[in-house]
């Protein structure tokens, strides 16, 4: 499993994984984002002998990642791009809460020419829990790295490898937390041995340059929202939104992209009015299956959040 020569960089964005509690087994009442990412890697037995002596640790961001935004997001896809354009570098870990990894995830598939692995993991629990899960997870991220046939952009966390287009966090509490649905997981860590799925467990994306220059180039990022369909839904947000600028609107559709007809009528006036506007599903599986003559268009499988993702870098492209 060594790599004699090879760098693997671990990016820390904060998360549980670095968090403290004041009393230990305290897996609620935490503040995340307290201990360093070397501190982190420090504390897993037998991290550095896995990745065979060669870990490099760098700080990017230290938030609870309920507090993700585009600037730290630009600032992870340039160290991510400039770490994998170093010839002596294998991959990149990052150290993430499991808040909005699913869309930390899918932004920087959508950014990165990512050739070598960029892996994401997390933790449900914090550091100073009785068996906290994050340095095992980082023990499997690592493995996944070194994984042949690793590449693109990954999420590791409880045994599971998952791919940046269908990983979503699916429990508030569970060490499990994260699946992809039916789409199913792309592999399996075992004692840091990858058991992939399939043979070719990532797609690369063909316009990472293009996305990557556009948020470099970027002042402002676009506004974009997610509303959702639900029994006896209105208009009324939709309409106040449209008035105070809003560029897109994703809509968390009931069932196969249904929405209530006066939310819907709405939506078409949004669209009518310039603004973007996709549907997408609030079912936890499956994808909307688009029809002859739909007016609103579909998110092409991707959740709300990273169809929100895609619809704000689809408009810095257009802009």
């Known amino acids: 499993m060594q790599v004699s020569g090879q760098k693997i960089v671990v990016l820390g964005t904060g998360g549980t994984i670095a968090g403290t509690s004041a009393q230990a087994g305290d897996n609620i009442g935490y503040t995340a984002a307290q201990v360093g990412v070397e501190q982190l890697l420090t504390a897993v ?28 997001w630009r600032t992870l896809a340039l160290r991510c791009a400039h770490h994998l354009n170093d010839s002596e570098v294998r991959g990149v870990v990052i150290t993430h809460g499991t808040d909005t990894l699913e869309e930390t995830a899918w932004f920087l598939h959508e950014v990165l020419d990512a050739a070598k692995p960029v892996v994401l993991t997390c933790a449900m629990r914090p550091a100073t829990a009785l068996t906290p899960d994050g340095p095992q997870n980082l023990l499997d991220a690592v493995a996944t790295v070194l994984a042949p046939g690793a590449t693109g952009v990954l999420a590791v966390a409880a045994g599971e490898v998952h791919g940046a ?6 429990h508030p509490y569970r060490v499990n937390a994260f699946s992809s649905g039916d789409a199913g997981p792309l592999g399996w860590v075992e004692e840091s041995v990858v058991r992939w799925a399939c043979d070719s467990p990532v797609v690369p994306v063909n316009n990472a340059d293009d996305a990557m220059n556009n948020i470099v180039s970027a ?36 069932g196969n992209g249904t929405i209530h ?24 599986e499956g994808q909307v299956l688009p029809k002859p ?23 810095l492209r257009m802009h």
């Open 45 to 72: 037995p037998g991290l550095q002998a896995l990745a065979g002596g060669a870990l490099v640790a760098e700080q990017v961001a230290q938030i609870d990642s309920k507090d993700m935004d585009g600037e730290v």
């Open 165 to 170: 287009r269908h990983v979503q966090k699916v």
């Open 261 to 284: 007809h006066d939310l819907e009528a709405a939506l078409v006036r949004a669209q009518n009015a310039g603004v973007r506007v996709v549907r997408s599903t609030r079912c936890a």
């Open 293 to 315: 003559g739909d007016v609103l268009p579909a998110s092409q499988g991707l959740s709300p959040v990273k169809a929100r993702v895609a619809l704000m870098l689809d408009l």
């Open 219 to 254: 002042a402002t990022w676009p506004w974009v929202e997610i509303v959702m369909n639900h029994a006896g839904a209105s208009g009324r947000a939709v309409d106040a939104l449209v008035r105070e600028g809003v560029q897109g609107l994703v809509v968390a559709c009931t």
